[in-house]
């Protein structure tokens, strides 16, 4: 049973414009990673994804979404470069850089973030509180 990725090169171009071929046949094998890793994290819930979109054009959607957005960070930081660094000085002759590749996250990995997933039911939620603080002190 071959599983079909929730987006298509067409929908990656429309977000990045025109690919060259060579990048659409990496495209289309990315597509259907991303697409894994998707139905994975779902499974992680107990959630079949390819059902639970089924029917629901708005779902299918933010599936479709979350895995041109993987694609997307991608093809901007192919080299997976977390800083890059160029001096250049006119006298006398003088050009240096230096890049330092990220071992985390955005080392071209294809990853499906947090903020894509907030459709799915057992996505991280981000949970910011507030407090106050009273003082015992009274004047």
Excluded: H
């Excluded at 006119?90 to 996250?105: K, L, R, Y």
């Amino acid at each position: 049973m071959a599983l079909d990725p929730f987006a298509t090169v067409e929908d990656v171009e429309a977000v990045w414009g025109e690919l060259p071929v060579d990048e659409e046949t990496k495209v289309e094998a990315w597509l259907l990673i991303a697409s894994n890793k998707l139905r994975l994290k779902g499974r992680k819930c107990g959630i079949d994804v390819d059902q639970f979109i089924a029917g629901d054009e708005l779902l299918s959607e933010a599936a479709k979404d979350a895995v041109v957005a993987s694609i997307r960070r991608v093809l901007l930081n192919p080299k997976g470069l977390r800083q890059r660094s160029v001096t250049t000085t006119d006298g006398p002759f003088s050009d240096t850089g230096s890049e330092t590749v990220d071992t985390a996250i955005s080392s071209s990995a294809i990853y499906l973030a947090d903020e894509d997933l907030t459709w799915l039911p057992c996505a991280p939620k981000n949970r910011l509180r507030s407090f106050s603080v009273k003082s015992g002190f009274r004047q």
